[in-house]
């Protein structure tokens, strides 16, 4: 048996229930890749997997992570998409199968896609958790048209920042919440009205400048009572949220105003890495790096972005590049 190393998490609580260890290097079957691991970052889902939010989802010991770019070291039968020396990234099936903070990951293809060209491993890995679910969230769910106006709550995180480069992108109007310092960024991300919610209520600001008629989609990746605040929705509007909200909201002027509500848990698939590939090549998206650790720095990486003011992706790096 080959054995690869791995970092475990052993117990929930802090970061100090991260173990590496030696491990069984997987294997491929039926219609999977093995994918030597690059790099990965972290994610806020990681943080809260570790102190114990999920984890009635969770066997331990684990192995978190859940953004891969790397290299196909093996397929298994009747793999048709990829061969070995491939480039791929993609995001492992969340809660059901091992993550990426080990050497090596096995993958069914049909949740993997070739590598960016123009990104570096690094680069890449900042991507496919982050930037898809913010696909799910405009494009999947959302129906983001041409011509069509968003509100992306907290347009500086992980999930707003790629959601700004993708509305942009699909030739919307894009108002954004967040704090003063990061108003200038948000802007160069593409952002058409900066909210410095420090400052401005938001809810004020968009009647102000729809006139009353609100915006037509809003993304909610905050929680709190944004679902509750529907006169930013014009009349027939879409909300889209990827928070669980454990407060029960009044969503009676939802009703009364034809609103359509969506609750995303993002799921994994080729085809949306493919399409956000399409976009990275022609330089519509662009990765945010905060920092780059080397792999075995797993406590470091998920203080920094527990501790907030990031502005960016946390990167993990396996292989030199």
């Known amino acids: 048996m080959q054995y690869m190393k791995a970092v475990l998490l052993t117990g929930f609580g802090n970061v100090d229930r991260f173990e590496l260890q030696e491990v069984p290097k997987p294997q491929p079957k039926l219609r999977e890749v093995l994918v030597r691991v690059h790099a990965t970052s972290v994610n806020p889902i990681d943080y809260q997997t570790r102190r114990g939010d999920y984890q009635n989802l969770v066997k331990l010991p684990a192995i978190l992570g859940v953004d891969i770019s790397g290299v196909v070291e093996a397929v298994g039968e009747s793999v048709t998409k990829f061969k070995v020396g491939d480039e ?3 995001s492992p099936q ?3 199968e091992a993550g990426s903070y080990a050497e090596y990951h ?7 896609a070739h590598k960016p060209t123009n990104l570096s491993h690094v680069e890449a890995a900042c991507f496919p958790l982050a930037a898809g679910t913010a696909w799910d969230c405009l494009v999947t769910r959302g129906q983001l048209l041409v011509g069509e106006t968003v509100l992306i709550h907290a347009g500086a995180g992980g999930v707003g920042s790629f959601a700004i480069q993708l509305a942009k992108a699909m030739g919307a109007y894009i108002f954004t919440t967040c704090s ?3 108003l200038d960024f948000v802007r160069k991300l593409g952002a058409d ?3 410095d919610y420090t400052n401005e209520d938001y809810v004020d600001v968009i009647q102000r400048f729809t006139h009353g008629k609100g915006v037509d989609l809003v993304l909610d990746t905050i929680g709190g009572d944004t679902i509750e605040q529907t006169n930013v929705l014009r009349s027939y509007g879409r909300l889209v ?6 407060t029960p909201q009044s969503l009676l002027q939802a009703w009364g105003k034809n609103l359509t509500m969506h609750f995303v848990f993002t799921s994994q698939h080729h085809a949306k890495l493919e399409s956000l590939r399409y976009l990275i090549e022609r330089q519509q998206l662009r990765p945010l790096i905060d920092s780059v650790l080397p792999w075995n720095q797993v406590a470091k990486a998920h203080r920094r972005i527990e501790q907030g003011g990031t502005r960016g992706k946390v990167v993990l790096l396996f292989v030199e590049a």
């Open 94 to 96: 969340l809660f059901s």
């Open 241 to 246: 949220s990827i928070v669980d909200t454990a």
């Open 180 to 182: 003063t310092k990061n």
């Open 88 to 90: 791929v990234y993609y």
């Open 193 to 195: 009205y900066a909210i």
């Open 106 to 112: 096995v993958a069914h293809e049909q949740i993997v």
